[in-house]
């Protein structure tokens, strides 16, 4: 991979099969064993998927009918995909509010972009409640305008959050205002929302699996879903077990584009992440004093956040697609997405690129994380026609507090619930389709390549080119398309 402008090749160790937040977070408490599924049991619910969306769905039913009989069933152990392997960033989507209106309508667009936001609070209440070490700070975090040709902040979504009483929620600030949290020589501008908390995501995972075990839940680790089948109850059958269950609720995140019914629903990809080994001193010469996080404004933008331990976390950049999927595959594409030492340089650049007073700076660890991308960026969550078969995908990389507000969400579609989290303007089927393969993954590599290399043209002062402008603009009209489906 050519380094891009002056900036020299990053020294990445290999992409580790777990992220370092999960490794982290095993050797500080690995928690009580679950074991496999043996034989056949029965539950009221039974939760598909250890991830933040199933962990918070088990959660939210445990907390609205204590009493209420859960089994949890996880293919790897709780936290092992992508909850685990996120930037930690527990966030409102007060930055894409005109992207929620366009799709829901503004009065729906903005009161989904609300519940979002005060799941950050609530968060705050919950580890408190729970007394959860997962590392959280609510400290906000800076969408940086890193260059004159990244976007500036938008306006129609500050004219929408004014119009609504939000307009405090998402600030605009000039260069210097930008510098105050971190001294990047390439901040020009940007916008500051106080409505994020940054967390250590695979703590946050297993903190959660340790409060559901205390409530009584049953969970099986290790335990992959072979076959759904419906009926009432219905049945989810594993390797070595049964589970029969009035409700069923599938929350398995890109592992479901292995199920023909959602394999247009979204598209997969991985995304990789670097971390830095403890730099105290330097985050100290570059001003970076607090937690608040920070993500720039590229096309293939850059997220990245510090560490209890004074580490930089930086993810984003370029991605790797799954062609059909195919998330455990041994075939070159597949590990490729997986492991690549190319995708997880690009990250490791990007922050000396950021901030090159951290030049020479040597990185500790990587790994990749699997996204269930939905072509309109926002999640779904779905009831099968026979009323008890629930499931919450397409969380594209930014689900943490979407998560949160989804375990809600499935909660009351399987207590059949009449109420504001069961009419979300998120509920109901996929927005939009996906195109089929052999399409998809030629498409999605070329946009990602497109944008990928764009970006680093602009670094180095050329200009992005006639073929990319008009392949993102095609893009991004493709992506704002209006519902064809479920809310259309």
């Known amino acids: ?47 598909v ?17 204590p009493g209420i009989d859960v089994v949890l069933v996880e293919a790897d152990i709780c936290g092992a995909g992508g909850s685990g392997a996120n930037g930690g960033f527990f966030s409102c989507s007060w930055h894409m509010v005109a992207t929620l209106c366009h799709f829901f309508g503004e009065d729906e667009g903005v009161r989904y972009a609300k519940a979002l936001a005060d799941q950050v609070d609530e968060l705050d209440a919950w580890v408190a409640r729970h007394e ?12 940086a305008q890193a260059g004159e040709w990244q976007d500036p902040p938008d306006p129609e979504g500050q004219k929408i959050l004014a119009r609504h009483g939000y307009a405090d929620r998402l600030r605009v600030v000039e260069a210097a205002g930008a510098r105050r949290y971190a001294g990047s020589p390439r901040f020009v501008g940007g916008a500051f929302t106080p409505d994020l908390a940054t967390v250590q995501p695979a703590k946050l995972a297993r903190e959660l699996r340790r409060v559901l075990l205390e409530r009584g839940v049953r969970i099986f680790e290790r335990t992959p879903v072979k076959e759904l089948l419906p009926g009432r109850p219905a049945t989810v059958v594993t390797p070595a077990g049964r589970v029969r269950a ?25 995304d990789f992440m670097v971390v830095t080994e403890p730099i105290p001193e330097r985050l100290r010469e570059i001003g970076w004093l607090t937690h608040v996080g920070i993500a ?5 933008l850059y997220y ?10 930086i993810g984003g950049g370029a991605m790797g697609a799954m062609y059909d999927g195919d998330l455990d595959g041994d075939g070159p594409i597949a590990r490729f997405a997986r492991t690549s030492p190319r995708l997880a340089e690009v990250p490791a650049r990007g922050l000396v690129w950021l901030f090159p007073q951290l030049e020479g700076v040597r990185f500790e660890a990587a790994w990749s994380g699997p996204m269930d991308v939905d072509r309109a960026g926002v999640p779904f969550f779905f009831t099968a026609p026979s009323g008890n078969l629930h499931a919450g995908l397409g969380f594209s990389g930014h689900g943490l507090a979407a998560t949160k507000a989804g375990g809600k969400t499935l909660a009351s579609l399987a207590l059949g619930a009449d109420d504001e989290w069961a009419h979300l303007p998120v509920v109901g089927p996929p927005l939009t389709l996906v195109p089929p393969e052999p399409l998809r993954w030629p498409l999605l590599q070329a946009v990602s390549w497109l944008m990928e290399t764009g970006d680093r043209r602009e670094e180095e002062g050329r200009p992005r080119g006639l073929v990319r402008r008009a392949a993102q603009r095609v893009f991004d009209a493709y992506c704002a398309a209006r519902p064809t489906s479920a809310h259309g």
């Open 1 to 47: 991979m050519r380094s891009g402008g002056d900036r020299p090749a990053a020294n990445v160790p290999p992409v580790g099969a777990r992220s370092w937040w999960l490794d982290e977070a095993l050797k500080a408490d690995p928690g009580e064993p679950c074991p496999p599924l043996a034989g056949e049991t029965a539950a009221d619910v039974c939760v």
């Open 49 to 65: 998927g250890g991830g933040f969306a199933g962990l918070w769905t088990a959660y939210e039913l445990t907390e609205r009918a």
């Open 132 to 143: 959860a070490d997962i590392e959280a700070h609510h400290e906000g975090i800076l969408y």
């Open 246 to 270: 009035d409700q069923v609720v599938y929350t398995v995140g890109a592992w479901a584009a292995g199920h023909p019914h959602w394999r247009r629903a979204f598209a997969v990809a991985r």
């Open 296 to 300: 720039d404004s590229r096309e293939m």
């Open 304 to 313: 990245l956040r510090r560490t209890d331990d004074d580490r930089v976390a």
